[in-house]
């Protein structure tokens, strides 16, 4: 897909302290940096342990136990038309 230019990412996210978070945010890193310079973004997954001090690369957060954080992340993702979307999740 040579013409992404939004690519959002989902998962968890530094300064959250995890695999996925260091993951996650690595990728979108690595992916903005393409020279494509495609635009990136992340929805952040908060636990019980937060909320987070994200930078400002975290567009949105969900609250892993409010279901309309979800439905309002959805929402906004489906208005956004990001070109592509990267999910990661943990068990």
Same mark, same amino acid.
């Given at each position: 897909? =040579?013409?992404?230019?939004?690519? %959002? *990412?989902? !998962?968890?996210?530094?300064?959250?302290?995890? !695999?996925?978070?260091? *993951?996650?945010? $690595?990728?979108?890193? =690595?992916? =903005? !940096? %393409?020279? &494509?310079?495609?635009?990136?973004?992340?929805?952040?997954?908060? +636990?019980?342990? !937060?909320?987070?001090?994200? $930078?400002?690369?975290?567009?949105?957060?969900? $609250?892993?136990?409010?279901?309309? +954080?979800?439905?309002?992340? =959805?929402?906004?993702?489906? +208005?956004?038309?990001? $070109?592509?979307? &990267?999910?990661?999740?943990?068990?």
């Amino acid at each position: 897909m =040579a013409d992404t230019r939004r690519i %959002a *990412f989902i !998962g968890n996210a530094l300064p959250r302290r995890c !695999g996925i978070a260091t *993951f996650t945010t $690595d990728l979108r890193e =690595a992916i =903005a !940096g %393409a020279a &494509s310079h495609p635009k990136t973004v992340i929805v952040a997954m908060n +636990d019980h342990g !937060g909320p987070y001090a994200y $930078d400002e690369t975290v567009a949105r957060t969900i $609250d892993d136990d409010r279901v309309d +954080d979800y439905i309002r992340a =959805a929402e906004w993702l489906n +208005d956004g038309q990001f $070109d592509a979307v &990267s999910l990661q999740h943990e068990y």
